[in-house]
């Protein structure tokens, strides 16, 4: 049944928003025309036609968004040795002597280092790996550890530590990510298919890389798994300009009109692990260390303006409390529109400011659980409020959820159970009063966000999910692990039945 496309959706419970439209909470049925919401009725009213999924009694919500998502990056990680268990550096470098080669190299990902007793040193993974390149990239994507066979490969001078941290890591990331087309499109459609199982109907592509020629070929080769919307990083902001791409235009050469131009993406700071986000306060240990911004005020202002100008809306990482002043700064000089990604750290005065301004906190909930223990040793002397998702709600901001996969898996029930419950594996709730309520995290999980999410609604596009358990009466570990049954994107089957 895959691909084929519903005229009826028979005895499901509203779950999501819309459901307040409807009288009662007894199943009903749906009738779609076009892969749009024609009627919605009590269950035994409306007359079938065309292909009929059986709900079942099971439980409909809209599609389902993620909203940061680095999607070759996330699709090749399967093929990668992962390292989010290891605990130091001595282990990592155990492990990666024993990883199986991928192209004459080692490549290990997932590592965080935040907490570590023992430092990333060159003399230790060259110890252990020998003359195969061997590449460990951080978590966080924000560092990479490298032997002396791959600063040689990849003719960077070697540093003691072995560690490349943001611009040299994000240029290494890019020559590990370039991969054949064929490779390249095999993964992505393997990691589409698996994101539509976990109810995904589209998600925003933030690879770092000229998107516009990959996203093309995809578009052109049929890719239908996915609602997508890819974006643009400063370096070709020049060329998507002269091209004249704009944020919501379908991609050139689609086959149909999943897959569109989406936002320029600029990175203002580093990140929490690596100890570069900017901070107000010093990092411990490093008083003269408050973290660095990557992209100067008057730069970014200047570069949001043309963005603007040309019609592309803007996606800006902020994770320290300064960068995400200056970046709500300059929304306020520009009146671009569009995101700030992450807001890991935002100072109290800046709170309000998202719905002021009318800018969405793209934020990524698990990321609040994978950095509690960091977040606690690192931020301990900071006065902002790490991770405010509770009192970004509050204030009316647009929350907005994503995965940042692959610095956390790309499932959009992870980032809604991180969110609702703030905690994982049995622990202690962590900063508690920043919960949401679970309407609030079903609704960032959508298109628009939770304040103007997707609806279930006669007119709709139906982009819709049904699973196997109430989402607002489920546990933190029954939301984890929620049972997907089917899932449409504009009424075709893209996973289940």
Known sequence: MIGESVGFVRAVRVAGPGRELLPTDEPVDLVLVDGVIADIAPTGNLRPAGVVVEGEGGWLLPGLWDHHVHVLQWALAADRVPL????SAHDAAAVMALAPLSDGRRIGSGFRDGLWADAPRLDLLDATTGDVP???????????????????????APVASGMLVEEDAFEISRRLNAVEADVADDAVERMARAAAARGLVGLVDLDMTWNDEPWQRRAAR???????????????LDRAIAEGLRTGDRVRGGRNDLVRVGPLKAITDGSLGTRTAACAHPYPGDPGNHGLLTVAPDDLVEMMTRATAAGLECAIHAIGDVANSHALDAYAVTGAVGTIE?????????????????????????????DRDMTDAI????????????????????????????????????????AVFRTRDGREPWQAHQRVEIGTAIA??????????????????????IVGVDPLTADERALRSMPVRTTLVAGRVTHGV
Request: hydrophobic share 45%; net charge negative.
């Open 84 to 87: 989010g268990e290891v605990s």
């Open 134 to 156: 061997t590449y460990l990239i951080n978590a966080d994507v924000h560092s990479v550890w490298m032997n002396s066979a791959a600063f040689r490969r990849e003719r960077f």
């Open 222 to 236: 049929g890719f239908d798994a996915l609602r997508v919307s890819y974006g643009t990083y400063p370096q070709h």
């Open 342 to 370: 992450h807001a890991q750290l935002v100072a109290h005065a800046d709170i309000p400011r998202f719905a002021r301004l009318g800018v969405a906190a793209s934020v990524q909930p698990e990321h609040a659980l994978d």
């Open 379 to 418: 931020w301990a002397g900071q006065s902002a409020q790490p991770y405010p998702l509770r009192a970004l709600a509050d204030s009316g901001a647009n929350l907005r959820f994503g995965s940042d996969a692959p610095v956390a898996p790309l499932d959009p029930w992870a980032a809604m159970a991180s």
């Open 444 to 465: 960032a999980s959508t298109a628009g966000g939770s304040t103007t999410p997707a609806e279930i609604a006669p007119g709709a596009v139906a982009d819709l999910v």
